[in-house]
T-cell receptor
Framework: LAKTTQPISMDSYEGQEVNITCSHNNIATNDYITWYQQFPSQGPRFIIQGYKTKVTNEVASLFIPADRKSSTLSLPRVSLSDTAVYYCLVGDWGTGGFKTIFGAGTRLFVKA | GAGVSQTPSNKVTEKGKYVELRCDPISGHTALYWYRQSLGQGPEFLIYFQGTGAADDSGLPNDRFFAVRPEGSVSTLKIQRTERGDSAVYLC??????????????FGPGTRLTVL
């Protein structure tokens, strides 16, 4: 499984766009990039998944450059309720094994 | 049910006792995962089931931990001779498929285990 590196913490203000970058230099050809969000006292929740270029859904966008060695989760116009831990995961969960590694994640704190 | 459920929500036990934690996955999800999470840490993978079989149990810390999924739906995580270090939140997740794309895992609320 590809090792990921992401910032330990980030601060932002309500209404701003937040970009969290994850590095995964040894990403394999079949690996996908998946992001989860976790609030205190809850299990993680899936946000977005992508393989290359750009993926957008109703809550976030995921930007993946051509070399796929990093990815950026973009949260538009954050609110206080976006304060959470965000995890970047990389893997194919098949030929590469089924182990899911969350790491420590990025603690995002949104201020009023 | 609409989501993954776990029982009990809280479990307090004494060192050396045996505990069972239950997970009810989303109906139709063949993939089921167990994790444990300590305060301030990300979820730590324990075991993955595809159907009834444990396809990857590489995360189980030692032979005191065991999990079953006899009919391919409900799963039970069993911990023998509990130790204080086993105290954590135990999370269960299920997914329709294990491999991407569209292999998002849906998590339950967790069971908080406290070993005194």
């Amino acid at each position: 499984l590809a090792k990921t590196t992401q910032p330990i913490s980030m601060d932002s203000y309500e209404g701003q766009e937040v970009n969290i970058t994850c590095s995964h230099n040894n990403i394999a050809t079949n690996d996908y990039i998946t992001w989860y969000q976790q609030f205190p006292s809850q299990g993680p929740r899936f946000i977005i998944q992508g393989y290359k270029t750009k993926v957008t859904n109703e809550v976030a966008s995921l930007f993946i450059p051509a070399d796929r060695k990093s990815s950026t989760l973009s949260l538009p116009r954050v609110s206080l309720s976006d304060t959470a831990v965000y995890y970047c995961l990389v893997g194919d969960w098949g030929t590469g094994g089924f182990k899911t590694i969350f790491g420590a994640g990025t603690r995002l704190f949104v201020k009023a | 049910g609409a989501g993954v459920s776990q029982t009990p929500s809280n479990k307090v036990t004494e060192k050396g006792k045996y505990v069972e934690l239950r997970c009810d996955p989303i109906s139709g999800h063949t993939a089921l995962y167990w994790y444990r999470q300590s305060l301030g840490q990300g979820p730590e993978f324990l075991i993955y089931f595809q159907g009834t079989g444990a396809a990857d149990d590489s995360g189980l810390p030692n032979d005191r931990f065991f999990a079953v999924r006899p009919e391919g739906s409900v799963s039970t995580l069993k911990i023998q001779r509990t130790e204080r270090g086993d105290s954590a939140v135990y999370l269960c997740a299920s997914s329709f498929r294990p491999s991407p794309p569209h292999n998002e895992q849906f998590f339950g609320p967790g069971t908080r285990l406290t070993v005194l």
